[in-house]
């Protein structure tokens, strides 16, 4: 974009270059980044640095490494070109920008090559708290610190792997509502237990209890809620329990999950991928997360 022009901002709700890729299809692209403008930036330091004195007591030690190794810029929003160039070299992973929502098994099979979908919008400056999408500073800041660590990072590739076997596992069911309806289970097990773990999980420390899921690192309010807050339950990891458990999106998650290692976290989803092998992934409880018709078509069309 030529320099004489203002920025007409990446402000989520109002991005005109994201939805214009988007109404072209385009699902992968390019982080334009002279098209923040001033306000995005100003978002992007107000959120950094009234989380940051959170982050160093109530974030596990690996994100606040992740952090360091990753040197995001406090007052700016960063390049993703800078942070892959640090990244890529330690796991293999890079951010990539995306458009919008990324179908299921998409999404999964990027995992799965080390590519992290990230939204490259920001929120407004007046609605620092809360957002039910995710923005760039919930993927970058919240999660993309914890793709330096390698377990995490090959935790994130299990995911792809498991969505793999998805497919493979209901391939031979010739009946298109069977094998809609086992998808619809399976996939609805493997969000909650992403949800439960990548987005919101707890870990055991040397510090205490700690969090490594970037819901709760990228929220100012819920981070220190969810370790200090006597409302909320916090229970070790198990399968039964998260693979049922109705994933409420639209306030402070009353009750959290604890694992004692990135180690441990991994083996939870060799775990996962076994009980998907043997059926019981297949008729989890119903309710949230919804699983869209486009994250069922994502299953019956992945290879
Ligand atoms: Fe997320």
Same mark, same amino acid.
Request: charged share 25%; glycine share 8%.
């Given at each position: 974009?030529?320099?004489t022009?203002?920025?007409?901002?990446l402000?989520?709700?109002?991005?005109?270059?994201?939805?214009?890729?988007?109404?072209?299809?385009?699902?992968y692209?390019?982080?334009?980044?002279?098209?923040?403008?001033?306000?995005?930036?100003?978002?992007?330091?107000?959120?950094?640095?009234?989380?940051?004195?959170?982050?160093e007591?109530?974030?596990? *030690?690996?994100?606040?490494?992740?952090?360091?190794?990753l040197? /995001?810029?406090?007052?700016?929003?960063?390049?993703?070109?800078?942070?892959?160039?640090?990244?890529?070299?330690?796991?293999?992973?890079?951010?990539?920008?995306?458009?919008?929502?990324?179908?299921?098994?998409l999404?999964?099979?990027?995992?799965?090559?080390?590519?992290?979908?990230?939204?490259?919008?920001?929120?407004?400056?007046?609605? =620092?708290?809360?957002?039910?999408?995710?923005?760039?500073?919930?993927? /970058?800041?919240?999660?993309v610190?914890?793709?330096?660590?390698?377990?995490?990072?090959?935790?994130?590739?299990r995911?792809?792997?498991?969505?793999?076997?998805?497919?493979?596992?209901?391939?031979?069911?010739?009946?298109?509502?069977?094998?809609?309806?086992?998808?619809? *289970?399976?996939?609805?097990? =493997?969000?909650?237990?992403?949800?439960?773990?990548?987005?919101?999980?707890?870990?055991?420390?040397?510090?205490?209890?700690?969090?490594?899921?970037?819901?709760?690192?990228?929220?100012?309010?819920?981070l220190?809620?969810?370790?200090?807050?006597?409302?909320?339950?916090?229970?070790p /990891?198990?399968?039964?329990?998260?693979? *049922?458990?109705?994933?409420?999106?639209?306030?402070?998650?009353?009750?959290?999950?604890?694992?004692?290692s990135?180690?441990?976290?991994?083996?939870?989803?060799?775990?996962?991928?076994r009980?998907?092998?043997?059926?019981?992934?297949s008729?989890v409880a119903?309710?949230?997360?919804?699983?869209?018709?486009?994250?069922i078509?994502?299953? /019956?069309?992945?290879?």
């Amino acid at each position: 974009m030529s320099g004489t022009l203002a920025a007409s901002g990446l402000t989520t709700g109002h991005a005109p270059f994201v939805e214009e890729a988007r109404n072209r299809g385009e699902l992968y692209i390019t982080q334009p980044y002279g098209e923040y403008s001033k306000e995005n930036h100003e978002a992007w330091k107000a959120l950094y640095q009234r989380i940051r004195p959170r982050w160093e007591r109530y974030a596990n *030690n690996h994100f606040l490494r992740g952090l360091d190794a990753l040197g /995001l810029p406090p007052d700016r929003v960063p390049h993703l070109s800078e942070v892959n160039r640090r990244l890529q070299p330690l796991t293999g992973f890079q951010a990539k920008a995306v458009s919008g929502y990324v179908p299921g098994f998409l999404f999964f099979d990027c995992l799965r090559r080390r590519e992290f979908p990230t939204t490259i919008t920001i929120r407004p400056h007046d609605r =620092m708290d809360y957002l039910p999408e995710p923005d760039i500073f919930h993927d /970058l800041a919240g999660h993309v610190p914890m793709h330096t660590e390698k377990a995490f990072a090959d935790t994130l590739v299990r995911f792809g792997d498991c969505a793999h076997t998805a497919v493979e596992i209901t391939s031979y069911i010739h009946d298109r509502q069977e094998r809609g309806r086992r998808l619809t *289970n399976i996939i609805k097990a =493997m969000s909650r237990f992403f949800w439960f773990t990548v987005e919101f999980g707890l870990m055991r420390g040397a510090r205490g209890t700690c969090a490594y899921g970037s819901g709760l690192l990228s929220s100012y309010g819920e981070l220190e809620h969810a370790i200090e807050s006597e409302e909320v339950q916090r229970y070790p /990891l198990q399968m039964e329990w998260v693979i *049922n458990q109705v994933a409420e999106i639209d306030h402070y998650q009353p009750l959290l999950f604890i694992v004692d290692s990135f180690d441990h976290l991994f083996s939870l989803v060799g775990e996962l991928e076994r009980w998907m092998k043997a059926g019981r992934l297949s008729n989890v409880a119903p309710g949230e997360p919804a699983v869209s018709e486009g994250d069922i078509e994502s299953f /019956l069309a992945g290879r």
